[in-house]
Antibody, heavy 120, light 106 residues
């Protein structure tokens, strides 16, 4: 059973770069079974897909966020990272990492989410 | 760009059938998944690949997909089914979510 755990600073100032980490247990991010994904949900709003990365490092991003996003793998620590530059209050959200199945593109596993607030 | 349209809310009386539509251009040619999200929790898959049900999800949950509309159907609705429901698809190397539908059982 794959488990995902997000971690991050909780609070970031406007214009700074957001960095979040998702640690995976119960499976290897190098296995090739999943695209490792980030999704976010602003307070009281719907889900927004941010992007994903394959075990080979191929990444796909939401076009609306593409210019500000980097998703990367750290296979030595079995974790995935998200960097989002030039944050504003609109980036305040719960950020989830999730395992997106390679074949059906179904989110098989989700982390519990971490709240990130952008405020000065 | 491809978009998925869901009603903001659907209401159903206990014991009745709720239907939550997910509209998109020729969505019937795509694979649709549905997840349920309760307050403060991460989403959970209730229907995958249009109409398949994961283990542990009651048979009351079913799905269909044809033409321009995919539909999540919840039969014999219960208070515990109150949640937000999202459809999503994979299109052009991106995940597209519907805006979500709040199901109220009253």
């Amino acid at each position: 059973q794959v488990q995902l755990q997000e971690s991050g600073p909780g609070l970031v100032k406007p214009s700074q770069t957001l960095s979040l980490t998702c640690t995976v247990s119960g499976g290897s991010i190098s296995s090739g079974d999943y695209y490792w994904s980030w999704i976010r949900q602003p307070p009281g709003k719907g889900l927004e897909w941010i992007g994903c990365i394959s075990h080979t490092g191929n990444s796909y991003y939401n076009p609306s966020l593409k210019s500000r996003i980097t998703i990367s793998l750290d296979t030595s620590k079995n974790r995935i990272s998200l960097k989002l530059t030039s944050v504003t209050a609109a980036d305040t959200a719960v950020y989830y990492c999730a395992a997106l199945d390679y074949g059906d593109f179904l989110f098989d596993y989700w982390g519990q989410g971490t709240l990130l607030t952008v405020s000065s | 760009s491809f978009e998925l349209t869901q009603p903001l809310s659907v209401s159903v009386a206990p014991g009745q059938t709720a239907r939550i539509p997910c509209g998109g251009d020729n969505i019937g040619t795509k694979i649709v998944h549905w997840c349920q999200q309760k307050p403060g929790q991460a989403p959970v898959v209730v229907i995958y690949r249009d109409s398949s049900r994961p283990s542990g999800i009651p048979e009351r949950f079913s799905g269909s997909n044809s033409g321009n509309t995919a539909t999540l159907t919840i039969s014999r609705a219960q208070a515990g089914d109150e949640a937000d429901y999202y459809c999503h698809v994979w299109v052009s190397n991106t995940v597209i979510f519907g805006g979500g539908t709040k199901l109220t059982v009253l």
